[in-house]
C-alpha cells in the first residue's frame, strides 16, 4: 500500500509517498507560488485541491493522479455582485456522495457531481443569526465539516469565530450548538465562539470533541451539551483535533495561551488521549526542544490504517510523522514553507 502526504504550504504543494511509513520519496511540488489551502477525494475516486492568491483569489482544482491537474471552472463562490469576498476554501469533505467546501468568508458550498459544480448551503449561509456573525483572528471562516457516517444527514460544521452548527435534516435547517462552551460575553445572538478543530467518533457519531479558543471539550450528546476535558494539559489552547478511528485515540498540539501561541516551555509536543479526553498525556518521542513553530488547525492528520499513523506539520515548514500511532515521532524529509493544511490517500 502507497501512503501518500499531501502538504499544502503558503508557496505550493507537495507530496511525500511511502510504501511502508518509514521511508519517504518527495515529489515535484504542484502550484509553486499558491496557497494551497485544502485536499480532498471525491466520492469517486478523484483528488480536489484548493489554492489561494492575495490577487486573483480563491480556486478548485481536479485531478485523477495527483499530478495533472485542470481548474473547476464553477468552483465554490458567492454569487455575483456579492459584498462577500471568498478569500480562502479551508476545508473540503466528501460526505455519502456528496462533497462539502467550507470557505472564507463563511460559508458551507455542496457539488453533487464530483467537485464540477457548486451551490449555496442557503440554511446556513444566511442563518439568522449571520448578521452576528464576527471573524477570529485568521478571519471569518468554515473550516471544518464533520457527518454521522450511518446517518449523512446529520451534520456539524465548526466556524470562527462563530461557533459550531449542526443539521439533522441534511442542510435544510441549522441550529448552534454550543452550550457549555466558556465564549462571548453575551451569547444572547447564540454565536460569539471561536472553535478551532472538531472531531467525532464515527461509531458513536452523538460523541465529538472540539479545540476551542477557550479549552477542549467534549459532548456525548451530539453537540446539544459540552464539557471541559484538559486534564493532563500543560495549556488549554490550540488549533488542531484528530482521533484515530481504530484505536479512539485523541491528539492534539497545546500552545502557551492565545496570547503568546507558542509551545509551551519552547518543547513541541503533541498531547493524546487514550480514554476519551478523559485525561491527557504526552504523545511518544522524537520531537524537537527549542523550537517555537506551531500547528495550524488544518495541519494535522490521521491515515486511519493498523496501526494509525499521525502527521503534522509546523509553520516552521517540518513535517513530522508516526507510524504506530503516536508512540514515537520521525521528522520526514523536505523543509517547506509555513504549512497550512495537510491530508492523507492511501491506496
Keep these: ?8 504550504t503558503s508557496k505550493g504543494a507537495f507530496f511525500l509517498r511511502s510504501d511502508d ?7 515535484e511540488p504542484a502550484f509553486p507560488g499558491w496557497k494551497v489551502t485544502a485536499f480532498n477525494r471525491t466520492p469517486s475516486g478523484e483528488y480536489l485541491l484548493a489554492t489561494a492568491s492575495n490577487w486573483f483569489g480563491a480556486a478548485l482544482h481536479r485531478s485523477t493522479d495527483l499530478n495533472e ?96 452548527f449542526r ?33 467525532l467518533d464515527p461509531e458513536h457519531p452523538e460523541r465529538l470533541w472540539r479545540q476551542e479558543h477557550t479549552g477542549v471539550y467534549r459532548s456525548a450528546d451530539a453537540g446539544d451539551s459540552w464539557e471541559r476535558i ?21 491528539f492534539i498540539a497545546p500552545l502557551r495561551s492565545d496570547e503568546f501561541r507558542l509551545p509551551v516551555g519552547g518543547r513541541l509536543r503533541i498531547f493524546r488521549s487514550d480514554n476519551q479526553g478523559d485525561t ?34 509546523t509553520t516552521g515548514g517540518a513535517v513530522y510523522g508516526s507510524a504506530d500511532n503516536g508512540h514515537a515521532w520521525d521528522r520526514l524529509p523536505g523543509t517547506f514553507p509555513r504549512i497550512m493544511s495537510l491530508q492523507v490517500f492511501a491506496d
Design 280 to 313: 491527557w498525556m504526552e504523545s511518544g518521542a522524537g520531537l524537537p526542544d527549542q523550537t517555537y513553530t506551531t500547528v495550524l488547525r488544518g495541519a494535522m492528520v490521521a491515515d486511519q490504517l493498523n496501526p494509525g499513523g499521525v502527521y503534522f506539520g
Design 1 to 8: 500500500m502507497t501512503v501518500t502526504l499531501a502538504i499544502g
Design 21 to 27: 511509513r518509514h521511508n519517504w520519496t518527495l515529489a
Design 69 to 164: 491537474w485542470e481548474q473547476v471552472v464553477t468552483g465554490p463562490g458567492w454569487p455575483e455582485g456579492s459584498v462577500r469576498p471568498l478569500t480562502q476554501i479551508w476545508t473540503l469533505a466528501s460526505i455519502g456522495q456528496r462533497t462539502y467546501a467550507g470557505v472564507d468568508e463563511a460559508g458551507l458550498f455542496v457539488s453533487d457531481d464530483d467537485g464540477e459544480t457548486w451551490h449555496s448551503v442557503e440554511a446556513l449561509n444566511e442563518h439568522a443569526t449571520r448578521s452576528s456573525w464576527e471573524p477570529g483572528l485568521g478571519g471569518l471562516c468554515a473550516h471544518h465539516v464533520v457527518a454521522d457516517p450511518g446517518n449523512p444527514k446529520r451534520m456539524w460544521v465548526g466556524i470562527s469565530a462563530v461557533g459550531v
Design 167 to 199: 443539521t439533522d435534516d441534511g442542510g435544510r435547517s441549522w441550529q448552534p450548538r454550543n452550550s457549555g462552551v466558556t465564549g462571548p460575553i453575551d451569547e444572547s445572538a447564540g454565536t460569539g465562539w471561536c472553535v478551532h478543530g472538531l472531531t
Design 230 to 250: 484538559e486534564t493532563g494539559l500543560p495549556a488549554s489552547f490550540g488549533f488542531p483535533m484528530v482521533r484515530d478511528h481504530r484505536s479512539g485515540r485523541l
